[in-house]
């Protein structure tokens, strides 16, 4: 059964003024929210209730995302993937979705790992994507994963507290940070991890279809990026008085339909 | 015909608060348009036909209602895109939220839209809808054009308010749910388990926060008898937390947590840079301290120069003797 | 009763906490063929140029193992701890890496103007630029950038970066150097292992370069464990910079001095601003100033802010936005407070942690450079003979090269501003005038630790930050990508019951607001105070180690990302 974590590479955030698009050409780090992932898919490994062929990274991004794809192995992943080409620049959540799940379908995976918030803000939702393209179950927010009979038993903390979901495998996972403390790596596996085998694949290679992904095939383009609204400058209230004051607070707490 | 699908979500017989919201903003949208928005929602039998017919007082002229499981993204998936293979609907909103970011994302790649998220107002431009969204750790706000149709739009948590005027009632639509086959490998073991009585601060709509001013750990217990009055949770900074006077599960800042709630009452907070990226989008930000030169002043929208032990107590005893009041 | 920072060390003993012979069971140790401590410019030249000298020898590459060369970087990545002005000389780049242009270096090319000017608090009055700070030929560099690009090609040549590794201590057996013990990580605030603790392991290595920049932590315990240290004790600047977008282009190289330093010989203040431009859009600009001030109340980043206020610095930042903060110390103690010798058996020391650095011409990148130039090839000659016992031909190289020739001349420039700023200068321009031989000797240097120190009323003067121009230091500190831990351990090693002078001082002197006097916990005249740490906030600029504590490395990763400084 392999076990496959899809990190995705966050980088410094910076918006190109001409064409709007986040400029993603600086330093890449490894999200943290997939040090999660990563840590989860080792606990699972060594806690023995699942059968873990395999821990497999996956990264789409530019050149830099190897050093993220080296960080991911040596943290505990057995081999990577880095998908990059010049046609996946600008994809929004949904190209990268199925650019990932394309190359997902060629492992097929028993399970996708993934850390559900990345830092641009494409919060919790390339995992749903990668999931209805594998046609598998998919689950964000996790925070305790539990094998139970070759099932996962997830908890996760949706809207209205705690749900306890279970799923069947394959399934694709997004996981929060409350998950787990992530180890930090050895001297020895950080020096040994540009050993570890890594392939390359382009879109030809991952069998995408160039008209879905990239700036030309997002769905969604920024037109404008401006300033926040000012804030119009607050009251400051001088307290002499605080039976007056508290009077004042309450009132404009009141304006406002603040108090219960 | 409708232009706009909004998702609507439940728990025992009660609708979510975010979720109305979207239907109001949904029927002023799709008004813009020349059209009507229509609601979707997925139960069982609490679901009865009153309770649905009143979206309409929120704005949905149709509610489409299917019977499968609750509080699971894909079996919803499964269920708007039945109703957009059968009648033509242009956008799909969101009310933000978990499950709203599930289901809208996962419909996104279905239906090969587009799709927008952490979306704070939409905007009605020749004929389309325009996404705006709040960019960069709310440094810039962005607006989103959408390519072609249909488009999904991910509000923010509470984005829109609830305004339910209007006696309209909707009309209410069952529809079979054709579950795909990996929607069926999901179940629901335990939903809505509330854990000891913390309110999760990330979640909280109003929120005490309290630092270094507060002068000891026992300036806590003013802090939540506040929370308590206001129906919030209670916050802390990391000065205060480092100290040991709070759990760090309360932390808000750079290193803490990231909160929006629309009340932040700051008490004996300076306001710094490390805190304040974790409060920032707060809609109404109320700071007590007694130096008045604070950076907290400079973005608060009331501030109070004064002995927060002083000001404390005696809000909280107004709010409690006003609700008494209004109550009796 | 005068207070000074040397009464009050804190009980550290370098020779029995970092160095060390390797422990490690055979089957974990790791090994290199060489180790390279600090990826700023001094180690990654040595890097690059021992790749090249490997490169055309085959069979000792073989001999080096699986990974030839290491270089161990505590920052998150290389570049990320490196700040500097910089205006470099090009005659070190040029050398490491003749093949490639000067146009696709990563600097911002050169500037051909320069303008010093003697400040007051409302006028610049223009001096004629003294040959130290003329810099036709030198480029306007980051040095954060520099050090990124030059990660990048040693990369490209298999050299392996160990980033978020810090060394803490040097192994030594034999009176041979034998590698290095990297930090643990994943301790709690009180030192207790946490879930996800890490130990550090021990790289052996056949030879070790020391390029650990100011206040090398190892640098300062090899010196004394060999007995290497120079005649006079080292001594220490602290810069602290800004990056700014501005709206005007900026066409020359700026140096001030004057305002807002005072002049009088009381206060010992020493030091200047320097405005460089960083291409079109940005300058870099900021304060350099001794640690061997007198006044408790100096603050190096306040008087940077107040700096900005004047009319001429107010007038090139008009209409931009800051966009960058940081802090180090630069070694000044110059030729005489060198290390007598830059080796031991199995070691090299290179760059700024052996004070490489000319303080009038406020040159070190191209030294440091050279210097890890110089470190590779005697390395390679050594190892060729099977042994890197002997690195003496190290020592030779720095000898006959330009690193001594200039250093020694500016040798006696920087102790004389000691006796204020008039007299110090007209003896520091004789010397230039000279060469160095007017008037000769040894002037010596003092520790900055024995200064004593004074609470003055220097705050009155400093402005109240506005957020555009003026700045807090918890802001600043923000704006340097400082993202450390909130339970890492305490790696500042200091006093915490001290005179309030002492206590003022450090909170004064450090940018980033790591130390806060809390009250008197004793009375009388020998009152002491308590000091609160927030090590969190610290950008490891090292200005502690000069003044009475001792900064050790923190945990790997920890620290200030410094991304344009």
């Keep these: 059964m392999l076990v496959k974590d899809v990190p995705d590479a966050a980088a410094q955030k910076r918006i190109d003024p001409q064409t709007h698009r986040l400029d993603r050409s600086g330093e890449t780090n490894l999200n943290p929210f997939d040090t999660h992932a990563i840590e989860a898919a080792m606990q699972m490994r060594e806690g023995g209730a699942l059968d873990v062929d395999e821990i497999v990274a996956i990264t789409m991004g530019p050149e830099s995302a190897v050093r993220t794809l080296q960080k991911a192995v040596s943290l505990g992943a057995d081999r990577s993937i880095h998908l990059t080409d010049a046609g996946l620049v600008g994809s929004d959540v949904c190209a990268t979705g199925y650019a990932l799940a394309q190359v997902l379908k060629q492992e097929r995976p028993g399970l996708v790992l993934l850390g559900q918030q990345s830092d641009d803000g494409e919060c919790y939702t390339v995992g749903a994507v990668v999931a209805e393209h594998l046609q598998m179950p998919s689950l964000t927010q996790v925070i305790k994963i539990t094998p139970v009979d070759g099932r996962l038993h997830c908890e996760r903390q949706a809207e209205y507290g705690y749900d306890t979901v279970e799923v069947e495998l394959p399934a694709v996972i997004s996981v929060g940070d409350a998950i787990n403390e992530p180890r930090y790596p050895s001297l020895k596996a950080i020096m040994g991890a540009k050993r570890k085998q890594l392939d390359t694949r382009s879109i030809a290679d991952a069998a995408i279809d160039p008209g879905r992904v990239g700036a030309a095939g997002s769905r969604t383009v920024v037109v404008a990026v401006k300033p926040p609204l000012a804030k119009e400058p607050g009251e400051i209230i001088e307290d002499d008085d605080s039976d007056a004051t508290v009077a004042r607070i309450v009132a404009w707490l009141e304006q406002r339909k603040l108090i219960p | 015909m409708s232009s706009i699908l909004v998702y609507v979500l439940h728990h025992d017989g009660e609708f979510n608060k975010s979720s109305l919201g979207a239907v109001c903003e949904a029927g002023r949208l799709a008004a813009g348009l020349g059209g009507q928005a229509a609601a979707v929602v997925v139960g069982g039998d609490d679901l009865s036909d009153d309770l649905c017919r009143s979206l309409g007082s929120y704005g949905a002229a149709r509610v489409y209602r299917f019977r499968g499981p609750e509080g699971l993204a894909q079996p919803a998936i499964d269920a708007i895109a039945t109703v957009m293979a059968r009648d033509s609907h242009r956008y799909v909103l969101f009310g933000g939220g978990l499950l709203g970011f599930e289901i809208g994302a996962g419909l996104a790649a279905r239906v090969g839209g587009g799709v927008t998220m952490e979306v704070t107002q939409v905007l009605v431009r020749d004929d389309r809808l325009v996404a705006v969204r709040p960019i960069l750790q709310d440094s810039a706000v962005a607006e989103i054009d959408y390519v072609g149709e249909p488009g999904v739009i991910i509000a923010r948590l509470n984005a829109f308010a609830v305004t339910s005027g209007g006696d309209g009632a909707a009309v209410v639509e069952d529809v079979e749910l054709e579950l795909s086959a990996w929607s069926t490998r999901t179940r629901m073991v335990r939903r809505g388990e509330r854990r000891g009585a913390e309110i999760k601060i990330e979640d909280a709509d109003v929120l005490v926060a309290g630092g270094r001013g507060l002068g000891n750990a026992a300036g806590f217990d003013l802090c939540s008898q506040l929370a308590k009055a206001l129906g919030g949770g209670v916050a802390a900074t990391r000065a205060v937390v480092d100290a040991g006077w709070y759990p760090y599960s309360a932390q808000i800042g750079q290193t803490g947590k990231t909160v929006a709630p629309k009340l932040y009452l700051a ?49 909280t005893a107004a709010i409690e003797d006003g609700r008494g009041g209004r109550e009796g | 009763m005068t207070v000074a920072p040397a009464d009050h060390l804190p009980s550290v003993k370098p020779e029995q906490e970092f160095i060390a012979p390797p422990s490690d069971p055979d089957e974990e140790r790791i090994e290199a063929g060489v180790a390279i401590v600090g990826g700023g410019p001094a180690g990654l030249s040595c890097a690059i140029r021992l790749s090249q000298l490997i490169a055309a020898e085959p069979r000792l590459a073989e001999l080096l193992g699986e990974v030839p060369i290491a270089v161990l970087e505590k920052g998150p990545r290389p570049g990320a701890q490196l700040l500097s002005g910089a205006m470099m000389s090009p005659s070190a780049l040029a050398r490491l890496l003749p093949d490639v242009d000067p146009s696709e270096w990563p600097t911002y090319g050169p500037v051909d103007r320069d303008a010093v000017y003697l400040m007051t608090s409302r006028r610049a009055l223009r001096l004629p630029t003294p040959p130290p700070f003329r810099n036709h030929g030198n480029h306007a560099t980051s040095v954060a950038r520099l050090g990124r690009w030059l990660a990048a090609r040693a990369e490209a040549e298999g050299v392996v970066i160990l980033s978020e590794t810090a060394a803490t201590k040097l192994l030594v057996a034999d009176g041979v150097v034998r590698g290095v013990r990297t930090g643990d990580r994943g301790r709690g605030r009180e030192g207790e292992p946490l879930a996800n603790f890490q130990a550090g392991s021990e790289l052996i290595a056949r030879a070790t370069v020391l390029a650990e920049g100011s206040q090398g932590h190892l640098t300062g315990a090899a010196l004394r464990h060999f007995g290497i240290a120079g005649d006079d004790p080292q001594r220490w600047e602290l810069g602290v910079k800004e990056v700014w977008r501005v709206a005007q282009p900026l066409d020359r190289v700026v140096h001030t001095i004057g305002w807002p330093l005072r002049a009088r010989a009381r206060y010992r203040e020493f030091g200047g601003a320097w405005i460089y431009p960083m291409g079109e859009q940005k300058v870099s600009l900021g304060f350099v100033a001794g640690l061997d001030y007198r006044d408790a109340r100096f603050s190096v980043h306040d008087v940077l802010q107040q700096l900005k206020t004047h009319p001429l610095v107010r007038g090139i930042l008009a209409g931009g936005e800051r966009l960058a903060w940081g802090a180090k110390t630069i070694p000044s103690g110059g030729y005489w407070a060198m290390p007598s010798k830059l080796w031991a058996p199995g070691l090299c020391i290179a760059g700024d942690g052996a004070g490489m650095v000319n303080v009038p011409r406020l040159k070190g990148l191209h030294y440091a450079m050279h210097a890890g130039m110089f470190a590779a090839e005697a390395i390679f000659d050594a190892l060729k003979t099977g042994s890197a016992d002997d690195l003496s031909s190290y020592q030779q190289r720095v000898e006959e090269s330009l690193i001594e020739d200039e250093l020694y001349r500016a040798r006696n420039m920087r102790q004389p501003f000691r006796k204020g700023l008039v007299l110090g200068g007209a003896i520091a321009g004789a010397m230039q005038a000279t060469g160095g031989r007017l008037p000769g000797g040894h002037w010596r240097s003092e520790d900055d630790a024995v200064v004593d120190v004074f609470i003055g009323k220097r705050a009155r003067d400093y402005p109240k930050p506005d957020g555009k ?97």
């Design chain 2, 267 to 315: 008490a004996g907070i300076s306001g710094a840079i490390q805190h304040k990226v974790g409060m920032q989008g707060s809609e109404h930000i109320v700071a007590i301290n007694k130096d008045p030169n604070a950076p907290i002043f400079e973005f608060s929208d009331l501030g109070i120069v004064g002995d927060l032990n002083k000001i404390l107590p005696k809000l």
């Design chain 3, 469 to 565: 121009l003026t700045f807090d230091k918890l802001s600043s500190v923000f704006a340097s990508g400082n993202v450390t831990r909130d339970d890492a351990p305490n790696h500042i090693r200091v006093r915490t019951r001290v005179p309030l002078e002492l206590a003022l001082l450090w909170q004064n002197m450090c940018p980033a607001q790591v130390y806060e006097v809390t009250a008197a916990s004793t009375t009388g005249r020998d009152a002491l105070v308590d000091v609160t740490l927030t090590p969190s906030n610290c950008i490891q600029c090292g200005a502690i180690t000069a003044k009475g504590g001792r900064l050790t490395p923190a945990e790997g990763g920890d620290g200030p990302n410094y991304q344009e400084t």
